[in-house]
């Protein structure tokens, strides 16, 4: 029998495929974007999760309207660093061992490819208009970049990983979708809806 959390991987499989096609083209070279995990986190799980001085960089959008909550896309100083190379791949402006201007701003753009994506693919399935706002990054040690994101109070987290592929690499990150109790309750009856279509 199939439940709400098979109805968001379906989500995240037509995100992916639409977030390939996007990187794709951005960076004129074949990028494979997956999203083969998705589950949702306690608020104390979290807490374990990020429990690290571990540096990373985050690109993070408050959802405008539609649901509330925020999303957060979350890469390890190294992956963003692989990930920055992949970008600039045959051009001068590669970097291997610090975050140049291009770096960083390469990192917000495939950033915000994800998280539009699957903000997208949720509204598509949802059907409603999400907005994510103009993503802002941020770097500094795990703990303290997702933390202060989040309340860990009553919120509701989806964690997703994300995994960019091309030809030499593979790097993962994790994407964060926090949700107030409303936009929870939002996305549960939209799934419930969607699942009793199926059920006919």
């Given at each position: ?5 098979d ?65 957060l ?16 791949k ?5 970097t ?35 907005v ?8 500094g040690?795990?703990y ?57």
């Amino acid at each position: 029998m199939r439940d709400e959390m098979d109805v968001l991987k379906e989500v995240a499989t037509i995100a992916a495929a639409h977030g390939s096609n996007a990187l794709s083209e951005i960076l004129k070279r074949t990028i494979k974007l997956s999203l083969p995990l998705v589950t949702t986190v306690t608020p104390d799980n979290l807490e374990k999760e990020i429990d690290s001085d571990e540096i990373v960089l985050s690109v993070q959008s408050r959802i405008l309207s539609g649901i509330e909550g925020k999303v957060l896309l979350v890469l390890e100083e190294k992956s963003a660093f692989r990930l920055i190379n992949i970008c600039c791949k045959g051009e001068d402006k590669a970097t291997s061992g610090f975050l140049t201007e291009v770096g960083l701003s390469a990192v917000k753009e495939i950033g915000n490819v994800v998280i539009g994506s699957y903000v997208g693919a949720l509204s598509m399935f949802l059907k409603l208009l999400i907005v994510p706002s103009i993503p802002t990054l941020i770097s500094g040690p795990l703990y303290e970049v997702v933390s202060s994101a989040l309340s860990l109070e009553k919120e509701h987290i989806l964690m997703i990983e994300a995994v960019f592929e091309e030809s030499e690499e593979k790097i993962k990150g994790k994407m964060y979708f926090v949700l107030t109790q409303r936009g929870r309750e939002i996305i549960n009856q939209a799934c419930d809806k969607i699942l009793e279509s199926l059920e006919k």
